[in-house]
Structures are given as structure tokens and as C-alpha cells.
């Protein structure tokens, strides 16, 4: 019988695990679609990477995956794969750009925290 127990509570401690290593994914594939989201589609092809919708597309697929599927299945480690991909390669080309590849929303290049500098003018 004591055997029985211990059974038990390792398969619920590695269903535990399990499901944290899933809320993981989904939290990292999660980010990264979002960091995605913000970046300038100019960005992307200023650092010579696929467009910002192809971006989009994979790591949303990820994203879904990773919420309907559970961790044991090849879906998911096909979109940590592309996550890894976007997060290693793609995010640190495009932080490297000036302004680091975000959306402007408004403003020009003078602006200050304050508003545009007129350069004293």
C-alpha cells in the first residue's frame, strides 16, 4: 500500500509541474506576440527579418497552440520553437535599431518630454 501513495503523489506533482511548465509557455508566447504587436513594420525590414504579419501570424498560432494543447504534444514545442526563434534573433535585431523598432504614436524626432525643441528658437 505505501507504494500506492507514492505513486500517486509523484504523478500529482508531475501533473503540478506539468501545468506550471504550460502556464509558462503561455506567458512566454503571450510576450513575445506582443512585443511583436508593437514593433514598426519598418523595423523588421530594416533588420533584414521576415515582415511584421508574418511575425504576428506564427507567434499567434503559438499562442493559440500553447492554450489548447497540452505540453506533451508536438504543437507546442513547435511554437516555443518559433518563440525561441522571434526572442533570440528577431526582438534583439530590432531593439538595435534606433528608437528600438518601437510605434511612434505621434510626435517627430525633436520632441522632448516636455514637447518639440525648437533648438532655442
Known amino acids: ?14 501533473a503540478g509541474f506539468m501545468s506550471l511548465l504550460s502556464l509558462a509557455l ?3 508566447s503571450g510576450f513575445a506576440l506582443f512585443d511583436a504587436a508593437i514593433r514598426r513594420e519598418d523595423g523588421y525590414r530594416a533588420a533584414d527579418k521576415q515582415t511584421k504579419p ?16 497540452p505540453i506533451l504534444s508536438f504543437l507546442p514545442i513547435i511554437g516555443l520553437i518559433a518563440t525561441i526563434v522571434y526572442m533570440v ?4 535585431a530590432l531593439r538595435s535599431l ?7 504614436r505621434g510626435g517627430s524626432s525633436s520632441d522632448g518630454p516636455y514637447g518639440p525643441y525648437n533648438g532655442g528658437r
Open 26 to 28: 503561455i506567458v512566454f
Open 98 to 104: 534606433p528608437g528600438g523598432g518601437r510605434s511612434r
Open 1 to 14: 500500500m505505501p507504494t500506492r501513495v507514492v505513486d500517486v503523489v509523484l504523478i500529482e506533482g508531475f
Open 54 to 69: 508574418f511575425w504576428l501570424i506564427i507567434l499567434g498560432i503559438a499562442f493559440v497552440v500553447n492554450l489548447i494543447f
Open 89 to 92: 534573433d528577431v526582438r534583439p
